[in-house]
C-alpha cells in the first residue's frame, strides 16, 4: 500500500509559477515511477510527467520546457515545479505512483491560472 498527499497548488497569474508536492508513505521501496496527470473540467485526465526510480524524466508536449519534476529520496517527496504557466494549465493536479502492476493515486490539488 501507498499513499499519496499532493500539496502547493493554488490561483495565479499567467506567466507565474508554483511548486506542487507529492508526499509518499507506506511501501514506498516498492514504487517503479512517478507520475504527475491533470484533469481539467469537462475533459479526460492526462498524463503530464514522470520520473523513474533512476531519475529519469519524461514530460509531455504540452509542459515541456516549462515544467520540472523532481525526487527528493530523503523526504520520500516528488516535486512538480510549474513555470510560465498558461490559462490552459488549469487543472486538478494529481500524483500516482506506479507499484506494478497497481497504481495509487493522490487526492488532488487544484491549480488555477488567471489570465
Known amino acids: 500500500q501507498v499513499q499519496l498527499v499532493e500539496s502547493g497548488g493554488g490561483l495565479v497569474q499567467a506567466g507565474g509559477s508554483l511548486r506542487l508536492s507529492c508526499a509518499a508513505s507506506?511501501?514506498?521501496?516498492?514504487?517503479?515511477?512517478m507520475r504527475w496527470y491533470r484533469q481539467a473540467p469537462g475533459k479526460q485526465r492526462e498524463w503530464v510527467a514522470l520520473?523513474?526510480?533512476?531519475?529519469?524524466?519524461q514530460y509531455a508536449a504540452s509542459v515541456k520546457g516549462r515544467f520540472t519534476i523532481s525526487r527528493d529520496y530523503a523526504k520520500n517527496t516528488v516535486y512538480l515545479q510549474m513555470n510560465s504557466l498558461k490559462p490552459e494549465d488549469t487543472s486538478v493536479y494529481y500524483c500516482?505512483?506506479?507499484?506494478?502492476?497497481?497504481?495509487?493515486w493522490g487526492q488532488g490539488t487544484q491549480v488555477t491560472v488567471s489570465s
Open positions: 500516482n505512483a506506479l507499484v506494478a502492476p497497481r497504481d495509487y
Open positions: 507506506g511501501s514506498i521501496r516498492s514504487i517503479n515511477v
Open positions: 520520473i523513474t526510480i533512476a531519475g529519469s524524466t
